[in-house]
């Protein structure tokens, strides 16, 4: 009996080593040296300073911005440590009701725009983190991050074409942009020069 659990005792202990401690050093080491950027959370750094990572979305409400999908967490918006979605059925009345409030302040922000209004800029994702849009949503904010900028459309289009990531190997997924980055990319100094 002795020999049995001390048998047993010295699995655990060499399992727990195995499982507990060299298999994460190795994975998190062979992460590093693989993928950094990847591994590191895909941070964005500017100036020394993380500023945000490429997979999460944050929130921008400044019409100069473009805006990404709402989110779904709770209490703080793209808040990563509560992903999830809303849980609203498509025939919830909160649901409804949340969409044409979305809709609503979209208008009110761009009143000129009368284009339907793209289904990701009203609807949370799944996990209430996503930080992309479709270029549909990037198109129908164009006009109002363009004239909040005082940039012609077509400096602003050619940042939106520039962002547009395709479908991942020609087949999966759909054409997005990354909002953090274009936002980003059009507080760049060469934005305004050109």
Same mark, same amino acid.
């Not at 009345?93 to 000129?112: N, S």
């Given at each position: 009996?002795?020999? =049995?659990?001390?048998?047993? +005792?010295? =699995? =655990?202990?060499?399992? $727990?080593?195995?499982?507990? +401690? ?7 080491? =062979? ?5 950094? &950027? ?6 964005? +750094?500017? !100036? ?20 990404? &999908? ?11 440590? !509560? ?18 409030? &979305?809709? *609503?302040?979209? &208008?009110?922000?761009?009143?000129? !725009? $009368?284009?339907? +209004? ?17 270029? *549909? @949503? ?5 006009? /109002?991050?363009?004239?909040? /900028? ?13 962002? $547009?990531?395709? /479908? ?7 054409? /997005? ?5 274009? !936002?980003? @990319?059009?507080?760049?100094?060469? $934005?305004?020069?050109?």
């Amino acid at each position: 009996m002795t020999k =049995l659990l001390r048998n047993a +005792v010295m =699995l =655990l202990l060499l399992m $727990t080593v195995i499982t507990g +401690v060299l298999y994460p050093l190795v994975a998190t080491g =062979l992460a590093q040296l693989v993928f950094p &950027r990847q591994a590191n959370g895909s941070l964005i +750094v500017k !100036n020394g300073k993380p500023i945000g990572s490429v997979l999460i979305g944050q929130s921008f409400t400044d019409p100069k911005y473009f805006w990404g &999908r709402p989110s779904a967490t709770t209490p703080q918006a793209n808040n990563g440590t !509560n992903s999830g979605g809303s849980n609203l059925g498509p025939t919830n009345p909160a649901l409804t009701d949340a969409v044409k409030q &979305r809709i *609503a302040a979209l &208008r009110a922000v761009d009143p000129g !725009n $009368t284009a339907p +209004v793209p289904v990701d800029l009203v609807t949370a994702s799944g996990s209430g983190l996503d930080p992309e849009i479709s270029p *549909a @949503a990037a198109q129908y904010q164009l006009e /109002r991050v363009a004239k909040a /900028r005082g940039l012609s459309t077509s400096q602003v289009q050619a940042l939106v074409n520039e962002y $547009t990531s395709g /479908r991942q190997l020609g087949v999966f997924g759909e054409p /997005r942009v990354n909002v953090l980055q274009l !936002n980003l @990319a059009l507080d760049a100094p060469q $934005t305004h020069g050109s």
